[in-house]
């Protein structure tokens, strides 16, 4: 099965720097990788993913970059708020395979300092 | 964007009853249902994988026979905790997958038995 890291685990950074969080994973089958924001008390959210033919995408402040021959793709947050403190999971995917699961990080919590 | 509501938010029932967890996505057929459960402060675990109109998947060291789960139709899959325990209070939480596999959370409902 899939091997999910996420680092670091814990991030603290003052409102309005960036915030990276990098997830690495095992399945070279993986071809769709979304980002969850979870906040306290709520089911985690889609902020953003990319799928295997896309080195990187962006909306607004989030983006996320790919690399598919290392494994790995990174949320990167610029100009961070306060509201932007939650927990976040990296969620790598076979989005081909109709009986594959998914397989959380171990998820990075941020706190944005004001 | 995509939808999913979870029924209830929260519920407090009595050690020994059954409680049941609605999973519904409102504007997309989902063939592919998850359920988890998060321990706090802990990443969700997976506990089945449901699709409609077969037989839910379990995860190894999941009871099949504690967690029933029915996905009836393209829009909704529930869970029922039978005879539940103190041991059994957390927090549940549903995906949906789309017809382009992309994953949609439902808000989580919270169980405390007492």
């Known amino acids: 099965g899939e091997n999910v890291e996420q680092h670091p685990s814990t991030l603290s950074v003052q409102e309005g720097d960036s915030a990276v969080i990098k997830c690495t994973y095992s399945?070279?089958?993986?071809?769709?990788f979304p980002w969850y924001k979870q906040e306290l008390g709520k089911g985690p959210q889609l902020i953003i993913d990319?799928?295997?033919?896309?080195g990187e995408k962006k909306d607004q402040r989030i983006a996320v970059t790919l690399n598919k021959t290392a494994k790995h793709f990174s949320l990167h947050i610029t100009e961070t708020q306060p509201e932007d403190s939650a927990v976040y999971f990296c969620?790598?995917?076979?989005?081909?395979?109709?009986?594959?699961?998914?397989?959380f990080g171990g998820g990075t919590r941020v706190l944005v300092k004001p | 964007g995509a939808v999913v509501s979870q029924h209830p938010s929260w519920v407090i029932c009595k050690s020994g009853t059954s409680v049941k967890i609605e999973c519904r996505s409102l504007?997309?057929?989902?063939?592919?249902m998850f359920w988890y459960r998060q321990f706090p402060k802990q990443s969700l675990m997976l506990m089945a994988t449901?699709?409609?109109?077969?037989?839910?998947?379990?995860e190894q060291g999941v009871e099949k026979d504690k967690f029933l789960i029915n996905h009836a139709s393209l829009t909704l899959s529930t869970l029922t905790v039978t005879s539940a325990h103190p041991e059994d209070s957390s927090f549940y939480i549903c995906?949906?997958?789309?017809?382009?596999?992309?994953?949609?959370f439902g808000e989580g409902s919270w169980l405390t038995v007492v």
């Open positions: 504007d997309f057929q989902a063939t592919t």
């Open positions: 399945d070279s089958a993986s071809n769709y």
């Open positions: 969620v790598p995917f076979h989005g081909g395979a109709a009986g594959n699961k998914l397989t």
């Open positions: 449901s699709n409609e109109g077969s037989k839910a998947t379990y």
């Open positions: 990319i799928r295997s033919n896309v």
């Open positions: 995906s949906a997958r789309d017809s382009g596999n992309t994953i949609y």
